[in-house]
């Protein structure tokens, strides 16, 4: 597995995130991997802003300023061809990962 660090996985749950729901600001994409996850997974927003800066000057997300509810400025994500290749990438890790970890459950 080429990217087993945290931020990989971060990386993996934004990307997923924004294969789900096309466009989501910073905040939404939290809520919803939260909500996905059966509040398994939390997501620190302090954590998710710079990984979206870091994602987007990647070319894997653009983003968009855009008035939201009451007029407030929000930045809204979207993901990109390379960002779906990317999450390609990233979800044949994950399950390589997996198979290894499952490999290891059944090593004697």
Not at 18 to 34: D, K, N, R, T
Not at 68 to 94: C, H, I, M, N, V
């Amino acid at each position: 597995m080429a990217r087993n660090d945290l931020q990989g996985t971060l990386d993996l749950l934004v990307l997923k995130t924004l294969a789900q729901v096309p466009e989501l600001h910073g905040y939404g994409i939290v809520l919803h991997i939260q909500r996905a996850s059966r509040d398994i997974l939390q997501v620190e927003e302090g954590s998710l802003y710079p990984a979206l800066h870091r994602m987007e000057l990647s070319g894997w997300l653009s983003s968009e300023w855009v008035a939201s509810e009451g007029k407030r400025r929000a930045r809204f994500y979207k993901l990109t061809a390379p960002g779906r290749k990317q999450l390609d990438a990233a979800e044949q890790s994950w399950e390589q990962l997996m198979i290894g970890v499952q490999a290891m459950r059944s090593f004697a």
